[in-house]
């Protein structure tokens, strides 16, 4: 019988080892053309979209006589501010609608929270009577499009005397939401009960479990509300066109949009007046990008 050098052992086995990777499966084998191939196809798919804003940049710096003879592709020359300063002076009068949308903005947002909370938490953990049914019917109204209910939405708001005024911007929205509800209460769902079970025997009443222990551990999700919320009612612009009439109360998207159709020859203004739509939202992504790419995991909105 043949004895076996135990210090040999070590040595085979990296021997077997190295032999194993070396023939590792085809379909395993990293193809460098295939890489090659899907990073030159993200980065084409990342220059299209890319591209309108980088567009909209570059032609909000350049003066009228350079974008009418040179190539929009070229870079400015000189970089100038002359757009902005005229459409933030004269007879443009930028600075209202970014006042309006702010507000605009600032109270669906608040109300949107506090109501979709309150909401959430009696759908998810409160028990009365036909509960479920109602979350469902609410929820359905997620299928109806907007346009469906902008006309009956119009009337109330006439007849109510509330037309071309701040309310009528704010009041159909600041009552909460049903994707904003169905998003808090599939949250608030997975907060154990036992924890709300002994919040209560130590004498804590449904407000105080609301504001002081679930909201508190649904941070992340509150957060991801609050920036799909502001994204969305900073670029709404279908209800603020129909329901206001006149610079009063005009937000960003309309007040844009109008000055395309008004000066739709000089483009160096209407594109510096999109980068100045576009600023707030980018400052808000560079500050909050990791809320932002958390709720994409959570939710999927894009």
């Given amino acids: 019988m043949t004895s076996v050098d135990p210090r040999a052992l070590p040595a085979a086995a990296a021997s077997v080892a190295t032999g194993v990777r070396a023939q590792k499966p085809q379909h395993l084998r990293r193809n460098p053309f295939g890489d090659v191939l899907i990073y030159l196809i993200l980065l084409a798919s990342a220059s299209l979209v890319l591209g309108p804003f980088a567009l909209s940049f570059m032609t909000a710096f350049k003066s009228p006589q350079q974008f009418a003879s040179e190539s929009s592709l070229a870079l400015p020359n000189p970089w100038t501010t002359e757009n902005f300063a005229r459409l933030f002076g004269g007879d443009y009068g930028f600075v209202s609608p970014i006042v309006v949308t702010a507000q605009v ?134 209800w603020p066109l129909i329901i206001t009439t006149g610079r009063d109360w005009q937000v960003i998207t309309v007040a844009t949009a109008n000055l395309q159709s008004q000066y739709n020859s000089n483009w160096t203004l209407v594109m510096a007046a999109t980068t100045v739509a576009m600023a707030p939202l980018l400052v808000l992504f560079a500050i909050f990008q990791r809320s932002i790419v958390s709720s994409i995991s959570l939710t999927g909105f894009k």
């Fill in 105 to 238: 903005v600032a109270v669906i947002l608040v109300g949107q929270l506090l109501f979709s909370v309150m909401a959430a938490y009696a759908f998810a953990k409160l028990q009365f009577r036909g509960r479920d049914s109602l979350f469902w019917v609410y929820l359905a109204t997620l299928m109806v499009p907007q346009v469906v209910i902008v006309i009956p939405l119009f009337v109330m708001m006439s007849q109510l005397g509330l037309r071309n005024t701040f309310w009528s911007l704010v009041l159909p929205f600041m009552f909460g939401s049903p994707y904003a509800v169905f998003l808090l209460r599939e949250h608030f769902r997975s907060i154990p009960d036992d924890l709300i079970d002994a919040a209560r025997i130590d004498g804590a009443g449904d407000w105080r479990i609301l504001w002081q222990i679930v909201a508190p551990l649904s941070r992340g999700i509150i957060s991801t509300l609050a920036i799909i919320t502001v994204v969305s009612h900073w670029n709404n612009f279908m």
